[in-house]
């Protein structure tokens, strides 16, 4: 009788436990997706497919619903607030955000991670310190590539191209949106590599919204190597070379788009830096999902890839690979 | 107690009149107008500077109390995409809607997803067909009517034959031509072909066609096929038609590129006006282009969809069949090319 009755409340309490394990199951499964925001400037522009190829891919897989925000030009943080509190009322869970241009935008963005997790893609935040000019430490989680390397990159393409010898030569450099860290880094990565190369920089730019850089390297004198980069304004700038019929300036470039690959395959421009934006899509959404899963799970920063994208390489098999991503 | 009434009575008047200051403050204060630009592909100059143009509109009519945020989006010359990607753009929060169709026969999944969220479309470029637009009283479409394309073409190329023999090079009465067409079962390039043709023949043009080339209205493809045309039929042709100026400019280039000397050469029209082409009829390498009014169309999309959005009047536009507004192609040849260079 005694047997019966242990047997008996064995049985209960796995009755039991099951009944919790499933109705459990039963709400996880009727949870709403979560929602993840994405806030990138211009967001219908080809620089950002094989980003958004990785967002989609990695939203698939995590089951997460991601909203790719309708954007133009974001110019400033009130620009990027209004963004943002429009997704807040619209439910987001989660911000994917490249930082606006500006100093102002660091607090606006700490302000928002303590309400909903954000994570910075493409540029870091552009706030220095004003000891020694390095980038201030934001504590938000970034995924982005390495801007000060690509720059320096594109400088040791100029001069390998060149046999390492472009002394007295002329360059002009066109850089992004003024400003922004990935501007800056950029260009200061490019002039650290040429630093000792004896050349000379005859026009330093920043492109400004909606400006045309084809037209505006048209007021400067011609040089022997123009450093582009910005995607857009490689873009410009390869097309424009399309129409012109004299002997070119070489152009090497930044750029994260398949028409920038195009042009290096129409030989317009010399040499490619590209940086991985499907990694960068990819795993933010992945350490966002993480963090849905578990809300200690701490989102570390990522340092993404980038590729050197010569004529010679783009059929090898491996940058045709990289390629995909962006189709 | 009738006087501590009364200040009850002041208390909740000075309150009223302080939320009714928070209500007004609220409808002051700036809207944002959402437009989200669906193009069936972004490998379209022409497309390409309609949105530029479309853009700076927007952009004028941008105020302290309104700012407009247009996002372009790419098709890829895919309807299934393009279907994808209205999905997204109406997820993402949008209020108007402006949709170069890659397919013109299936606008029903965009139809039915705007008209789920009351959201208005403006189609251009690529007239869907009647019944679509009928569906929902919030469609409309701005563009220009294919079959005028064709004919202005065919009153240029008409123009041009009866005031210079020498296109005739070989005197025996006929013009010996080709097509370059868009693409294959396209309704702009079927109505751009058959009414620059019967143009053609009304005038009283004797006519012998060599051959036709679909180019998918491409330039690099278009230089590809008229160096094969070339290759076959040599100086035999007399006129080269093309659906767009983008091939056009593809056969200047295959022509560029054998080297044929002026006298050697055929006559050239496009449709589109695009500034390359504009160029290339100031320099006598095409010898006519059709204007697309893409800044006309930008202009009437721009206006419509604020017009929408603030549901303010539409009594100034001249609809025909209520929901279409067609802006007319104009001819550009070497006499009034700069007027449209200028613009």
Not at chain 1, 31 to 58: C, H, Y
Not at chain 1, 188 to 197: F, N, P
Not at chain 1, 277 to 291: F, H, K, P, Q, T
Request: hydrophobic content about 35%; overall charge negative.
């Amino acid at each position: 009788m005694k047997k019966n009755k242990a047997t008996f409340l064995i049985v209960e309490i796995c009755l039991a436990i099951l009944v919790v394990f499933f109705v459990k199951h039963i709400f996880e499964d009727d949870e709403p997706q979560k929602r993840i925001a994405v806030i990138i400037d211009n967001s219908g522009a080809e620089k950002w497919d094989s980003f958004v190829n990785g967002l989609k891919q990695a939203a698939a897989v995590e089951n997460v619903h991601l909203i790719v925000c309708n954007t133009d030009e974001i110019e400033n943080a009130e620009e990027q607030r209004n963004l943002i509190r429009e997704q807040l009322d619209n439910g987001a869970d989660a911000f994917i955000i490249q930082a606006a241009p500006g100093a102002d935008v660091l607090k606006m963005l700490q302000t928002t991670n303590q309400t909903k997790p954000v994570v910075i893609v493409a540029n870091d935040v552009y706030e220095k310190n004003t000891d020694d000019n390095t980038n201030v430490e934001s504590g938000l989680p970034i995924i982005m590539p390495d801007n000060y390397k690509m720059g320096y990159q594109l400088g040791l393409e100029i001069l390998k191209q060149n046999n390492n010898d472009i002394k007295g030569k002329t360059v002009g450099i066109v850089s992004g949106l003024k400003d922004t860290e990935s501007a800056e880094d950029r260009r200061q990565g490019l002039i650290d590599a040429l630093s000792d190369a004896g050349c000379e920089f005859t026009f330093d730019i920043y492109t400004t919204s909606g400006e045309d850089a084809a037209s505006t390297i048209k007021r400067y004198d011609t040089v022997d190597y123009m450093a582009v980069l910005e995607t857009n304004a490689l873009e410009q700038i390869g097309q424009a070379n399309t129409e012109d019929n004299r002997k070119r300036t070489k152009v090497y470039g930044i750029g994260h788009s398949m028409k920038c690959v195009y042009y290096v395959d129409d030989g317009l421009v010399d040499s490619l830096v590209m940086s991985d934006g499907y990694d960068m899509g990819y795993r933010s959404v992945v350490e966002l999902a993480r963090l849905f899963e578990n809300r200690f799970h701490s989102i570390t920063s990522y340092t993404t890839d980038y590729r050197v994208i010569n004529k010679d390489d783009i059929f090898k098999e491996e940058t045709q690979t990289f390629l995909q991503t962006c189709e | 107690m009738r006087h501590y009434n009364k200040n009850i009575w002041i208390v909740l008047l000075v309150m009223m009149a302080l939320l009714s200051g928070c209500t007004k403050q609220e409808t002051e204060t700036h809207k944002t107008l959402r437009v989200g630009v669906v193009l069936y592909t972004q490998d379209d100059p022409f497309i390409n500077a309609l949105a530029d143009c479309l853009k700076a509109n927007f952009e004028e009519k941008e105020s302290d109390d309104l700012k407009i945020i247009m996002t372009v989006r790419d098709g890829k010359n895919d309807q299934s995409e393009q279907n994808d990607v209205v999905q997204e753009i109406i997820d993402a929060g949008c209020d108007v809607l402006c949709v170069g169709l890659v397919d013109r026969t299936e606008p029903s999944d965009i139809i039915e997803m705007a008209q789920t969220e009351d959201i208005p479309v403006l189609f251009f470029n690529r007239e869907p067909v009647r019944e679509d637009i009928m569906q929902w009283d919030q469609l409309y479409y701005v563009g220009a009517e294919a079959e005028q394309s064709g004919s202005i073409q065919g009153e240029l190329a008409a123009d041009l034959i009866q005031d210079n023999k020498g296109i005739d090079r070989n005197r025996d009465g006929k013009i010996q031509y080709v097509i370059l067409e868009g693409e294959a079962g396209h309704q702009d390039t079927i109505i751009r072909t058959d009414s620059v043709v019967e143009t053609l023949m009304d005038k009283g043009i004797q006519l012998e066609k060599l051959s036709y080339q679909f180019a998918d209205w491409k330039r690099s493809q278009a230089e590809n096929k008229m160096t094969q045309l070339i290759d076959q039929y040599g100086d035999e042709i007399e006129l080269v038609l093309s659906n767009n100026d983008e091939m056009a400019l593809g056969a200047v280039n295959a022509y560029d590129k054998l080297d044929y000397t002026e006298e050697k050469r055929p006559a050239i029209f496009g449709i589109d006006g695009l500034e390359d082409a504009l160029d290339a009829v100031q320099q006598g390498t095409i010898q006519g282009t059709v204007y697309n009014d893409k800044e006309g169309q930008a202009a009437q999309i721009a206006n419509l969809a604020l017009d929408l959005f603030q549901n303010n009047s539409l009594a100034q536009y001249n609809f025909q069949d209520e929901r279409y507004i067609f802006l007319p192609y104009q001819k550009v040849d070497a006499s009034n090319v700069e007027d449209y260079q200028k613009q």
